[in-house]
């Protein structure tokens, strides 16, 4: 692993060639923090895609792309005077000292849950309104609705045992089937919402992450479904000429795979 001054001079050797790269290059040149918004995102959901692969040497390269997007966010942020990567640095800085009083402070905390919530709490203190705040509204709704539950879960609003949650996932397939019978649409998809939340909430107190398991389950369907695609070639067959029964022997051999 390199030093911290060789850290430091790399880190250093990223900020010349953002320079030189605003200054140069047309297409560098050229970009907006609004330009750059929706590539950013890509680029973090490449580095998901890359932690879930457990590819690490993906991850190093996808970490890269995701810092020169904030590297070029704050020269930016420099060209307009609002602020730079020095601002950047010392911000987050300031606010982890802030958060944590029991490694910065005289503060003494059990366990994380403890620290989950003086961090909740100390945002409110901070001037947030709703400890909802922080949730993006861009998010997706799998990973908005984890965050929700987590957030107000830091606060104290939260089932006391896994058992609960999952009598109230029961109650709610209940009420969708109800619906379902009724053949009510807009109750249907209502109903059918909170199941799917009372699952995400049901994930987190089996300490699984609702994103990454279905992210997993996508990933093993694409790659069973392409085996079966890649057998009925063999064998010179048309998915959409096979039974289900046909289809059935490879989708089991890709399971076993």
Sequence with gaps: MNS??????????LLDIMDELRDKCPWDRKQTMESLR????????????????????????ELGDVLLHLVFYA???????????????NSICDKLISRHPHIYGDVEVADEEEVKRNWENLKLKEGKK??????????????????????????????EEPEQVFEKLQEE??????????????EIEAEFGDVLFSMINYARFLNVNPENALERTNKKFIKRFQYLEEKA??????????T?????????????L
């Design 233 to 242: 070639k063999e064998n010179n067959r048309a998915l959409k000429d096979m």
């Design 38 to 61: 929706h590539l950013t995102i890509e680029e973090t959901y490449e580095l998901g895609d890359a932690i879930l692969d457990k590819d690490m040497d993906e991850v190093k390269k």
């Design 130 to 159: 709703s400890v909802l705040e922080g949730v993006p509204r861009s998010l997706p709704a799998i990973v908005k609705a984890n965050r929700i539950q987590d957030k107000v879960a830091g606060v104290g609003f939260d089932w």
């Design 75 to 89: 020269k930016i942020g420099s060209e307009t005077e609002d602020f730079d990567i020095a601002d950047v640095a």
């Design 4 to 13: 911290r001054e060789e850290q430091l001079k790399a880190f250093d050797r």
């Design 244 to 256: 289900l029964a046909e289809m059935d022997v490879f989708w089991n051999e890709a399971k076993k």
């Design 173 to 186: 397939l209940g009420e969708l089937q109800h619906e379902v019978k009724s053949n009510n649409k807009d």
